[in-house]
């Protein structure tokens, strides 16, 4: 039965890939949007085919949980240890991988020599020390986004990683979610031409709270409301979507402007419900972010402006400015004349109102159903690039290749979140420091 | 100058458009004329739509159709000379499609037009005059003169895909070529007309579209999935005719055939 279930997997993920184009072609218009896949081969596959990767996690909350139930269904990893300090949680995860060791420090746990690589899905504040311990323990490391508390141990780890020559990465899912490689592939092969700017959004209407089986344990449980274990919306949702911003411009902000405010949710949280920021990049472009979790209305999106086109990554749709079926005709005819081509070209029909032109037609990015996340859930959503991502760390653990630009990208997004609570913090126009700058970054 | 113009030196081609008038876009494509005729031709035009528009278009509250609109009701409101004669053309196709083709929407009969003293008043409140299945055939008809009167004899004309007009034909063809869009399935051609100093006039519903035309003998909107064309030399006639064939029946269709000079009409269904 367990067999079974293990083909399955196997075979999505191949067929994830071969969706893809990887195989059937396009590998290298692929490799230029999103080069952290090119280790995803068939020959790698099959390389790894009678290996297996062993997995300690580290953290094993619901985010911890959710990443166990990835992992369990890698064919090419398998569970060898949980570590948590709760133990309601210890005992969950424990039921669920009843073979795994246990340990309620994380210390103890990395100096396993059983253990290839560890899943850390922790507290903000504790992702730092953790990923620096088990780079240092000579462990690979995949850690939950954003990359650390603040931005002074970003770039630690980020050096740490200069150094180092284990595997090491964020889940900055996107980066493996299909209609988000698919969609900036298009967008960085012209379809909606110049990109003029970026807007991006998540709205939640939940106190962000988990309930406290005792007062003491409010600040361990509820550690994404404190500012000395969390960055708040910025690092725990914007996060993401600055890093799709970074992925589709290929350059960083210089400066944020931005404001931000706890609005209903005033329950001694020290961190914003409402943040408002405007990202600034050299070429005069814009992001506009908003994050607000007393009202969903708008839900989540990141919605990428071109000159031609509109993408709305979160969706997989895309809206084009002037529409062929608008244009009646009159441009295939220009073009033929000029080209000394005479065929019919598409024009009578009922009469074309401009109220037909505001009800945008939405092309999908995916051909054939595809999974949008609604931003709702506070552990993770399903087929958002997730297992994609732990796949390919895993298989990381085996070969002991990197993951290209994934610790890059989640630097810049995490600086960004920075920077942006900097900003509102102080209520004035942040500039990118030049301390935290790195090569990869351009501005 | 209004709109959008574009001279294309190399096959003497030139390009004017306006994004929205008359409810809807227009683009002349013109052929064989150097850039400064072409672009004072296109002047002539937009101009001309522009003036059209302000008189015919109801929803423009300064217009003269407007103003007939809010005080007819009440009194006798006396019309300008171009008005008086598009009035008594419209009654008489009222007449000729067998009261199918009816500016009020509800009862020709119930104005009192009279052409000698330039005047009209309705007879019953709640009566307006639309020109919507007229003004953009009248408009093809005008521009038409324009274009003769400055020698452009290569042009063609799509004024927002219902109502279009080839002028002579295309310079690497022997006529204007035009594929029939299906209007309920993107991208789909449903046929395709030649025309040659020829108008096409298509009157139809569409998924975004669906009830517009209302048929005045029985005060219901047709919601029928079809899509008629009519070619005629006439614009004018074009236009009233395809209004008139989307409500009209087999008898009232053959009767109203008889009463136009038409090339070809065409009824497609869905």
Redesign the interface.
Do not use: Y
């Given at each position: 039965m367990k067999g079974n279930k293990e083909n399955q997997v196997d075979h999505s993920l191949r067929q994830f890939i071969k969706d893809l184009g990887y195989i059937t072609g396009g590998a290298a218009l692929l490799v230029a949007t999103a080069p952290w896949l090119q280790s995803f081969t068939p020959e790698k596959a099959k390389e790894i085919k009678n290996e297996k990767a062993r997995i300690g996690f580290i953290g094993t909350g619901s985010r911890g949980q959710y990443n166990m139930h990835a992992v369990l269904n890698i064919p090419h990893a398998e569970i060898v240890a949980l570590c948590d300090d709760y133990p309601p949680s210890l005992k969950t995860a424990s039921e669920l991988c009843p073979n795994a060791k246990t340990y309620t420090n994380y210390k103890k746990l990395l100096e396993s020599p059983d253990i290839d690589g560890v899943v850390i899905s922790t507290p903000l504040n504790w992702h730092a020390p953790m990923v620096l311990d088990a780079l240092a323990a000579g462990k690979h490391v995949y850690c939950e986004k954003a990359m650390a508390l603040t931005m002074d141990e970003c770039k630690a780890i980020y050096d740490a990683y200069q150094r180092t020559d284990k595997v090491l990465y964020f889940c900055m899912q996107r980066m493996f979610d299909e209609k988000y490689i698919k969609g900036i592939q298009m967008i960085h092969s012209g379809l909606i031409g110049d990109v003029v700017g970026e807007r991006c959004h998540w709205f939640r209407n939940h106190d962000w709270r988990r309930p406290v089986p005792s007062p003491e344990l409010e600040r361990k449980i509820n550690w994404r409301l404190y500012r000395d274990s969390s960055a708040g919306l910025m690092t725990e949702l914007a996060c993401h979507q600055l890093e799709v911003c970074h992925w589709v411009s290929g350059q960083m902000p210089e400066s944020v402007v931005g404001m931000g405010d706890i609005v209903y949710w005033k329950d001694g949280r020290e961190v914003y419900d409402s943040v408002n920021l405007v990202y600034h990049y050299s070429n005069s472009t814009k992001i506009n972010y908003e994050s607000l979790i007393a009202n969903k209305f708008n839900g989540m999106e990141d919605q990428i402006l071109g000159k031609k086109g509109t993408m709305n990554l979160a969706t997989g749709v895309y809206f084009l400015e002037d529409d062929s079926?608008?244009k009646?005709?009159?441009e295939q005819?220009?073009n033929?004349?000029?080209e000394?081509?005479?065929?019919?070209?598409?024009?009578?029909?009922?009469?074309?109102?401009?109220?037909?032109k505001v009800?945008n037609?939405a092309y999908p990015i995916l051909t054939g159903k595809f999974n949008v996340n609604n931003g709702l859930s506070m552990v993770g959503a399903v087929k958002d690039g997730s297992d994609e991502i732990l796949s390919a760390f895993c298989q990381g653990c085996i070969t002991g290749e990197k993951g290209k630009n994934i610790v890059e990208e989640a630097y810049c997004a995490t600086m960004l979140c920075h920077l942006g609570n900097q900003a509102m913090v102080e209520g004035k126009k942040i500039s990118f420091p030049e301390e935290y700058k790195i090569p990869y970054m351009s501005f | 100058m209004p709109g959008q113009f574009q001279f294309y030196d190399d096959s003497l081609m030139s390009h004017g458009s306006m994004d929205y008038i008359m409810g809807t876009r227009f683009d002349i494509i013109s052929v064989g004329k150097s850039k400064e005729i072409s672009e004072s031709v296109w002047q002539n035009i937009s101009l001309e739509l522009i003036r059209l528009d302000k008189m015919l278009n109801c929803f423009d509250p300064n217009s003269e159709i407007s103003h007939i609109n809010n005080f007819a009701v009440q009194e006798s409101v006396s019309l300008s000379n171009e008005f008086s004669e598009i009035l008594l053309t419209c009654k008489e196709f009222h007449k000729r499609t067998l009261g199918l083709f009816d500016i009020t929407l509800t009862d020709f009969t119930k104005i009192d037009f009279n052409y000698n003293s330039k005047s009209i008043q309705f007879q019953i409140p709640g009566l307006h005059l639309d020109l919507g299945g007229y003004a953009k055939g009248y408009a093809l008809k005008k521009i038409n003169q324009i274009l003769v009167k400055s020698t452009v004899n290569q042009a063609f004309i799509n004024f927002g895909n219902s109502s279009i007009f080839g002028i002579g034909h295309h310079p690497f063809g022997h006529s204007w070529k035009i594929s029939i869009n299906n209007p309920y399935k993107a991208g789909e051609a449903i046929d395709e007309i030649d025309l040659i100093d020829m108008s096409l006039s298509s009157s139809g519903n569409t998924p975004s579209y669906p009830k517009h035309i209302i048929n005045p003998t029985t005060g219901k909107y047709d919601d029928s999935l079809k899509l008629v064309c009519v070619k005629a030399k006439d614009p004018v006639v074009a236009e009233v005719v395809s209004t008139s064939l989307m409500i009209a029946n087999q008898r009232e269709r053959k009767k109203i055939l008889r009463n136009f000079e038409v090339e070809f009409t065409q009824t497609y269904t869905f």
């Open positions: 079926k608008s009646s005709g009159i005819l220009i033929q004349i000029g000394k081509v005479f065929t019919a070209i598409p024009a009578a029909g009922p009469s074309w109102r401009p109220e037909t009800e037609t | -």
